[in-house]
């Protein structure tokens, strides 16, 4: 373990950096893998609150017209 760089050809300092290699690819792809689904969940999520969104909107234009025809029938009277 003293000597572990002490020579890139040496067993134990390949192994060690195989090691290493096989961890951090371990870790990236995990990580990009839940990253990923959370991306797809918020994905979907963010299609549902736009469509409620469009909802929303298009009923309260529906409102607001029934309020101008309800104010130009009292203008009438």
């Known amino acids: 373990m003293d000597n ?26 995990t990580a990009w ?9 918020l994905k979907k999520k963010l299609k549902a609150v736009r469509e409620e969104l469009s909802q929303a909107a298009a009923e309260r234009d529906q409102l607001r017209e029934e309020l101008d025809l309800g104010k130009a029938d009292m203008v009438r009277m």
């Open 4 to 29: 572990l760089f002490a020579s890139l050809t040496h067993e134990d300092s390949i192994a060690f950096l195989i090691s290493v290699f096989v961890s951090f690819l371990i870790g990236y792809v």
């Open 33 to 41: 893998l839940l990253y990923g689904s959370r991306v797809s969940k």
